[in-house]
């Protein structure tokens, strides 16, 4: 007789991962508790807790002859009930790779597909997720991912729209907006000269960038700091408000520097 486990990464209130590892259900209950529930996007009872269907990130299933999970033993020596409460990820992988014997993965028999409300979102999702679980070892969570994303989108946003009015963030024309040399040169000189242009042109005023946030910026972006989940809220709010009024310039009628 089959025993299946189910290993589930969910998204939980603050955008932290909140994982499960669920062992010994027979086909019936799998079907009747986990899959069902999802395809239908219902909310799933996982632990004795209710996770919506839209809040998941990945369902994996596994097959094994051994029911509990402290009988499935794991590379590293532990059991996998053990790990699936301390080292989630690390039975993860293991599952995945089928390094542990008499465990098989059989996700695709009772979820061939995601629901077709979240499939472009799944796709996203599991994807995001893999690259994730794979860094998982370098202690970066959710609250990094979602910090470095809120980041990036502010020097993206700000060269793209940079760009469309024609304001020239290159070295030399940064100095010369700036006045001063830039020994090293930056994201932090460009949107200074970036937000100096702005006033000029628009006269519209940026947001500040503090020192306190541009060190948080090289923590996250350079040196793998992450967040706590007020500071990622943090950057993802002073985030969307440069994107606004990044959004209110590019509606404005284009001005040459030349």
């Known amino acids: 007789m089959w025993y299946y486990h189910i290993l589930v990464q969910a998204v939980g209130e603050h955008g932290e ?6 062992f010994g259900y027979d086909e019936q209950t799998v079907k009747k508790i986990i899959v069902e529930p999802y395809m239908k ?14 809040n998941v990130q990945f369902i ?10 402290r ?28 390094d542990v014997e008499d465990v098989g993965f059989c996700t695709n028999e009772f ?3 995601a629901p077709k409300k979240y499939n ?18 370098l202690g970066l969570d959710t609250n990094w991912s979602s910090a470095v994303c809120a980041l990036q989108l502010q020097e993206v946003g700000v060269k793209l729209v940079a760009k ?10 940064v100095e010369k907006i700036l006045g001063r040399k830039c020994d090293n040169f930056s994201f932090n000189e460009q949107y200074e000269a970036f937000a100096l242009e702005v006033k000029r042109l628009f006269d519209m005023d940026m947001p500040i960038l503090t020192i306190h946030f541009r060190k948080m910026r090289t923590a996250v972006l350079h040196e793998g700091y992450n967040p706590k989940p007020e500071e990622k809220d943090s950057i993802a709010s002073f985030t969307t408000g440069l994107l606004r009024k990044l959004n209110n ?5 284009n001005t040459s520097t030349d």
């Open 164 to 173: 469309n009015k024609n304001i020239k963030l290159d070295k030399s024309n």
């Open 111 to 113: 979820i061939p597909s």
């Open 60 to 69: 994996d299933i596994f097959r094994s002859s051994k029911r509990e999970g």
């Open 249 to 253: 310039i590019d509606k404005g009628s």
């Open 17 to 22: 991962p909140v994982n499960t590892a669920i």
């Open 71 to 98: 009988t499935i033993l794991l590379p590293n020596g532990t059991n996998a009930r053990d790990s699936g409460i301390s080292n989630f990820y690390y039975m993860l992988n293991c599952f995945r790779r089928g």
């Open 120 to 137: 472009a979102h799944s796709d996203v999702s599991r994807a995001a997720t893999d690259l994730m679980t794979s860094a998982s070892f």
């Open 41 to 54: 996007n219902e909310d799933l009872m996982l632990a004795s807790r209710v996770v919506p269907s839209s």
